[in-house]
């Protein structure tokens, strides 16, 4: 099993962010996960043809041209259906998520959670701040299916988009491109040894949380293009976005999960985590991938029963935001 060495460890230290080459099976880690969106994809194109928002389910297309053009035709953002969080607001009883089996079995694969444990430690929970990111051509977006999970990400430090309460606690970032992520299609870019300083403030906007443009050393950042099954690990307050899609016809697809030792706070508390992984208390280890869905839909159903919950620690309008 992948075990990371003293340098890696030295390395992440330092700059704050360590890819780890080929560390997932493109074959046997990665194609259940899109198999299992072709699968989604296909329920989207049904459900949005019988609605006649599109005039075909475009069957035969493959999965980045059919996506590409049922978002462009119907003029919607799909990515909800597809992601494996809630939304921040407005959660309804049907609000979509996927959070299929092969979702779950990359979650808690044992390569991967071996790496983690190298940070983290042997007590390891799974953060719920996780997402799909299927990053649209930008030219096949318009302002009304534009969303922070399909378009361009601003700088910002994962710590500065959850609550304060995690401050405290020890996340760790991994980002996974299930197909090759380039300069091109839009790969993560990060400022190297910014994890060192402390908490930038952050703005609300459209795709997100983000930090003013004018307090980034962006002359210092640096694009990471990975290959499909690299994984990229990164500090939570290490500043990072991520570039625009500028092919004119791929989809840039990734996973950004995040994982921390057992019991720290998550700075998500609506939304539920798991036990991935436990010496001491191996019984509370979740296994069962409908035991985590179900997780899933009974905060939805309690998310859609209330006021919209806390996610956020920033205020539009003032100080550097205004
Ligand atoms: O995948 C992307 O484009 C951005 C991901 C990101 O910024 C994050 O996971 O924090």
Not at 112 to 139: A, C, F, T, W
Not at 247 to 258: H, P
Not at 291 to 302: G, S, T, V
Request: glycine share 6%; proline share 8%.
């Amino acid at each position: 099993m992948y075990k990371l060495s003293t340098e890696q460890k030295e390395r992440l230290g330092r700059e704050g962010y360590l890819v780890v080459e080929q560390l997932l099976d493109p074959r046997l880690d990665i194609r259940p996960l899109l198999d299992e969106y072709e699968a989604v994809l296909g329920r989207i194109a049904q459900s949005f043809y019988a609605e006649g928002v599109i005039s075909s389910t475009y069957i035969n297309l493959p999965f980045d041209a059919r996506l590409i053009q049922i978002c462009r035709e119907s003029g919607r953002s799909l990515s909800q259906f597809f992601d494996i969080s809630l939304p921040q607001r407005a959660i309804r009883q049907d609000t979509p998520i996927h959070t299929g089996p092969a979702v779950f079995a990359l979650l808690t694969s044992p390569r991967l959670l071996k790496v983690v444990e190298d940070i983290v430690g042997k007590e390891i929970y799974s953060n719920p701040v996780q997402h799909i990111r299927m990053k649209l051509p930008s030219q096949a977006r318009t302002s009304a299916s534009s969303d922070g999970l399909n378009s361009k990400i601003p700088w910002h430090q994962d710590n500065g988009v959850v609550l304060p309460e995690a401050d405290v606690a020890t996340i760790l970032t991994v980002w996974i491109p299930l197909n090759d992520a380039t300069v091109e299609n839009g790969c993560l870019q990060v400022v190297p040894g910014s994890h060192r300083g402390g908490l930038e403030p952050h703005c609300p906007g459209p795709a997100g949380a983000a930090i003013p443009e004018r307090l980034v050393p962006e002359d210092k950042a640096i694009p990471l293009p990975m290959r499909a099954g690299s994984v990229l690990l990164m500090h939570q307050r290490t500043i990072h976005s991520s570039l625009d899609n500028v092919t004119a016809d791929r989809v840039r697809m990734s996973l950004d999960l995040r994982y921390q030792p057992v019991g720290q706070p998550t700075g998500r508390p609506s939304f539920p985590g798991f036990v991935a992984r436990s010496t001491t208390h191996p019984e509370s280890v979740l296994h069962d991938p409908r035991k985590w869905a179900n997780l899933w839909l009974e905060a939805r159903d309690q998310l859609a029963r209330e006021e919209d919950a806390a996610f956020n620690r920033w205020q539009a309008g003032i100080g550097v935001c205004a």
